[in-house]
């Protein structure tokens, strides 16, 4: 079968010739959160590599050019004007922290460009050039709120999560609906700059305060103390419920299963999910990354990215990013092959998907205690902005 020259599925001066196509991909590979994003950046590059297996996409094998956002914002707003201005790739896959999707989110639009974004966020953002391919704040929040809520007799909330836009909104939001859904009550907040590793005077308002929920979005590196210090003043499982939204295997593989055994995270996915897709990315992944790689949800939704793109680029029969994204918005791509089950793009640029509880256990991995139906993507919730 003989495919359309290079000239033919690209008008717009992207990085593709008649056998190849340029993509590229921007995660902090340094700094606090290269514990987090690791996995991400695997993760597309495993996906890359089975699209070129099978032939690659419109008959191109796809390359990738790497970049370090370095953990720092400023730095991802300049390696992804140099992707997009210099390199000419026709997608990005990568960001992590809401700090550094919003950093490069005027770049992407400004050059048009196209990021596939893996991470669980806070909502409110809709971009034609963005698709998102990790839960907003509806299907990860208001869903684990109300299991707690429900499971655990739950009324009282005491919220803490790293200083910047992500935990900042994502409290907002659940301090609207512990207090005006569900009838609890928030008794503390409190924010710690991203990277902090000291914990103990808020470890100190928990005890006095004793809430029947520890609700955390700590995120990177300062995970480590905080659940190491938690744990080091007896607050644990047996005596606390502790749910997070911001801790994944990845996260774990650095905290230790140990440190925060029965304690819950609310997710899309979780590496010991038991179904045949499931089985089949963490083989592939453990045998490109090697046999102690963890997977976590941020790092499955990162595999779905370039999946996404092939199937709205051959849709297309063009690279274009106008054209791609105008057949992602159609909302009937669907992955039946995700390792998380099954999603569906959304004309909103956000994915279908059902929300999971996980019971962290001493090896590191979670055991599944709740699943929730297919969850329609609402990223601008009425009542919670």
């Known amino acids: 079968m003989g495919f359309a020259t290079a000239a033919d599925v690209n008008t717009t001066g992207l990085a593709v010739t008649d056998d190849t196509v340029t993509v590229g991909i921007l995660h902090s590979l340094t700094g606090t959160m290269a514990i987090s994003e690791t996995g991400a950046q695997q993760a597309e590059k495993l996906a890359i590599k089975q699209i070129n297996d099978m032939g690659g996409i419109l008959g191109r094998q796809i390359k990738v050019i790497q970049e370090d956002g370095a953990s720092d914002w400023p730095t991802f707003a300049e390696k992804s004007r140099k992707l997009l201005v210099q390199d000419k790739v026709a997608a990005v ?3 992590w922290t809401s700090a550094s999707r919003k950093a490069i989110l005027p770049v992407f639009e400004k050059e048009n460009g196209l990021l596939y974004y893996p991470t669980f966020y806070e909502g409110l953002e809709q971009s034609k050039n963005v698709i998102y391919t990790g839960q907003e704040a509806t299907q990860q929040i ?11 007799k739950a009324k009282t909330f005491y919220l803490i999560g790293s200083d910047y836009i992500w935990p900042r909104t ?17 008794v503390g907040e409190e924010y710690k700059p991203l990277g902090d590793t000291q914990f103990g005077s808020v470890i100190n308002k928990i005890r006095l305060r004793k809430p029947d929920v520890i609700y955390a979005a700590v995120v990177g590196g ?12 007896g607050i644990n499982s047996k005596k606390q419920t502790l749910l997070t939204i911001s801790v994944t295997e990845d996260e ?16 899309k996915y979780f590496q010991s999910q038991d179904n045949a897709n499931n089985k089949a990315f963490v083989k592939a992944f453990k045998e490109m990354w090697g046999e102690d790689s963890v997977i976590g949800d941020v790092t499955q939704a990162a595999y779905l990215g370039p999946w996404l793109w092939k199937a709205a680029v051959e849709r297309a029969g063009s690279f274009d990013v106008d ?20 999603v569906k793009l959304h004309e ?8 999971r509880v996980g019971q962290w256990n001493k090896d590191g991995q979670a055991t599944v205690v709740y699943t929730s139906e297919l969850i ?3 990223p601008f919730p009425a009542g919670y902005q």
């Open 323 to 342: 054209k791609v994204v105008a057949e992602s918005e159609k909302g009937d791509i669907e992955l039946t092959t995700a390792p998380e089950g099954y």
């Open 93 to 95: 896959f990568g960001a």
């Open 376 to 378: 329609e993507p609402d």
């Open 348 to 355: 909103n640029h956000h994915l279908w998907s059902k929300a």
């Open 142 to 152: 208001l869903d684990g709120l109300n299991w707690v809520a429900k499971e655990k």
């Open 170 to 186: 994502s409290m907002k939001i659940a301090r609207k609906h512990i207090e005006n859904v569900l009838g609890g009550k928030v």
């Open 252 to 267: 774990v593989l650095g905290i230790g299963g140990e440190n925060l055994e029965g304690f819950y995270s609310i997710m």
């Open 222 to 233: 300062s995970n480590v103390a905080w659940f190491k210090q938690l744990k080091a003043a």
